[in-house]
T-cell receptor, first 122, second 112 residues
Framework: QLQLQESGPGLVKPSETLSLTCTVS??????????WAWIRQPPGKGLEWIGN?????????NPSLKSRGTMSVDTSKNQFSLNLSSVTAADTAVYYC????FGYGSAQIDCWGQGTLVTVSS | DVVMTQSPLSLPVTPGEPASISCRSS???????????LNWYLQKPGQSPHLLIY???NRASGVPDRFSGSGSGTDFTLKISRVEAEDVGVYCC?????????FGQGTKLEIK
């Protein structure tokens, strides 16, 4: 059974870099039909797509983040990561990692991590 | 970006009664391959979202058949034929046709 688990600091100071890692178990991050994604949800608000990465390293970043986000993948550890620089209070949110199935006849997130709350505060 | 608009935002329902949620997109979600890239998720209190419906009308594995998705182009509907207490939570539509993928604001279903 596929499981995703986010890890990283729960508190980040303004102007610093938020760093999160997602560990994938029960499946390979190197599977060809999947993208690996980061999604966030500010308190009391809706979901926002941060970006996604393929096992080859190709990425998409949401332009709304104004080039502050970088993602990487480590297939040897079955992990992918997110760095978000120059954070402000507006980046306070629950951050989810997820798998996006893009095989034939598919185009959906089919597995989510449990989410991790990251608070930006001094 | 494709804007997803849901209604209503709050939905009180009596158990055993039907419920319906609308989702409209700012542009057609029909892909050239014939599939419609619209999905529905339920986020139960304190949990991460889970998939209910994918590609507009396909129930995900393990989803009860009281849930159904319909629609085309820019107008979509999630229906629950008979609401049960376990169905409470926030229902959200999501488009995966065009990056950045975008979500509706969410509809909070509560039991009367």
């Amino acid at each position: 059974q596929l499981q995703l688990q986010e890890s990283g600091p729960g508190l980040v100071k303004p102007s610093e870099t938020l760093s999160l890692t997602c560990t994938v178990s029960g499946g390979s991050i190197g599977s060809s039909n999947y993208y690996w994604a980061w999604i966030r949800q500010p308190p009391g608000k809706g979901l926002e797509w941060i970006g996604n990465i393929y096992y080859s390293g190709s990425t998409f970043h949401n332009p709304s983040l104004k080039s502050r986000g970088t993602m990487s993948v480590d297939t040897s550890k079955n992990q992918f990561s997110l760095n978000l620089s120059s954070v402000t209070a507006a980046d306070t949110a629950v951050y989810y990692c997820a798998r996006l199935d893009f095989g034939y006849g598919s185009a959906q997130i089919d597995c989510w991590g449990q989410g991790t709350l990251v608070t930006v505060s001094s | 970006d494709v804007v997803m608009t849901q209604s209503p935002l709050s939905l009180p329902v009596t158990p055993g009664e039907p419920a319906s949620i609308s989702c409209r997109s700012s542009q057609s979600l029909l892909n050239s391959n014939g599939y419609t890239y619209l999905n529905w998720y339920l986020q139960k209190p304190g949990q991460s979202p889970h998939l209910l419906i994918y590609l507009g009308s396909n129930r995900a594995s393990g989803v009860p058949d009281r849930f159904s998705g319909s629609g085309s182009g820019t107008d979509f509907t999630l229906k629950i034929s008979r609401v049960e207490a376990e169905d409470v939570g926030v229902y959200c539509c999501m488009q995966t046709l065009q990056t950045p993928y975008t979500f509706g604001q969410g509809t909070k279903l509560e039991i009367k």
